[in-house]
């Protein structure tokens, strides 16, 4: 999740709360034409629920298809990670596909897990902790997008990272370039990095993932619009919007949609915004690659590919990159 920079006016060293941020995004996304919000607004308590939900739906492949490969392939990946390393998971989440590498990688002596929220680290850090307690885990709170300095005693130590679910997928590919660099500059020359990557296949079965039989997809992204009645006074009816999801194939990429069912103004924070019947609030990308589509754009971010693996069906990819000096 990328940190907003900008400060409020009366403070220009002063970051706006967080609260304060969500309302500028919202102002700004529904001001804007067309009309768009950041995906990371999903992630209240009720969205981090629902999306667990949609991780173990049948329809839903990316979540058992990874963790698949990863059992699978474990021991082809820790031949790549050097003895001794620590690795670096850049935006944390559950350990679920992290403790399937750990059962591959017993030499390994340190876990550095980087994400924004502090206190769901330490929470995840103690967990680790208790079921590995040969390995030293240091949370790092950080932004994971942007460049940030390592703990104390582990600026010279082999390191590699892990970056798994395919939430390279969320970025343009531009922005998911520059990412891969930062992750570069963070590990240094010659550093290994894992990395899931969701890939182009029938249309049918992507659309599927995104748009439920059961709806929960579809609460997921409605649950943007509760969010913003709760902590914004928005003042928005529900069922006045309809979850769409469909793959770009131009774009290679699904998009998620709010779809206004009928001409309306909604209010948020006291500002009006007026939607034409049809008119959407485009809510989130989730680009899809070919094996040689990643690796090209992975070389020009500066890593070089090591090693790429597959389910049998070909759903879904787990990618070894090395770091170019």
């Not at 667990?52 to 790549?80: K, M």
């Not at 995840?124 to 942007?146: N, S, W, Y």
């Not at 104390?152 to 395919?166: D, I, K, Q, V």
């Not at 770009?248 to 779809?259: K, T």
Request: charge should be negative.
């Amino acid at each position: 999740m990328t940190i907003d920079p900008r400060l409020t006016a009366s403070s220009p060293a002063a970051p706006i709360s967080e609260n304060g941020l969500f309302q500028a995004d919202v102002w700004d996304g529904l001001g804007a034409s067309p009309k768009a919000l950041p995906a990371k607004y999903f992630y209240d308590a009720a969205g981090s629920i629902l999306f667990e939900q949609i991780t173990v739906l049948p329809e839903y492949y990316p979540t058992r298809t990874e963790l698949g490969i990863l059992d699978e392939r474990g021991s082809d990946i820790a031949a790549l990670v050097p003895e001794g390393a620590a690795l670096v998971e850049f935006g944390s989440g559950s350990t679920a596909k992290l403790r399937c590498l750990l059962r591959h990688l017993p030499g390994l002596s340190a876990y550095l897990p980087v994400d924004v929220s502090g206190d769901f680290l330490r929470e995840q850090a103690e967990a680790l902790r208790g079921d590995f307690p040969e390995l030293t885990v240091e949370p790092v709170v950080a932004d994971f997008t942007r460049a940030f300095e390592l703990p104390e005693g582990f600026g010279g130590r082999a390191l590699a990272g892990f970056f798994p679910g395919s939430t390279i997928g969320n970025f343009e590919p531009g922005e998911a370039a520059r990412l891969l660099d930062v992750f570069g500059r963070i590990l240094g020359a010659g550093a290994t990095l894992v990395l899931g990557v969701d890939l182009v296949k029938d249309r049918a079965v992507l659309e599927a993932a995104y748009d439920d039989a059961a709806g929960v997809t579809a609460a997921f992204n409605l649950n943007l619009i509760t969010r913003i009645n709760r902590e914004l006074d928005g003042e928005i009816d529900p069922d006045s919007f309809a979850h769409r999801a469909f793959f770009n194939e131009a774009a290679s990429r699904i998009e998620m949609h709010l779809v206004s069912r009928r001409a309306q103004t909604i209010r948020v924070a006291g500002r009006s915004f007026v939607f034409a019947e049809g008119e959407s609030i485009h809510t989130e990308n989730s680009y899809k690659y070919t094996l040689d589509s990643f690796r090209a754009l992975a070389a020009r971010a500066g890593w070089a590919s090591l090693e790429a693996w597959t389910d049998r069906d070909g759903l879904f990819s787990v990618h070894a990159l090395r770091r170019e000096g």
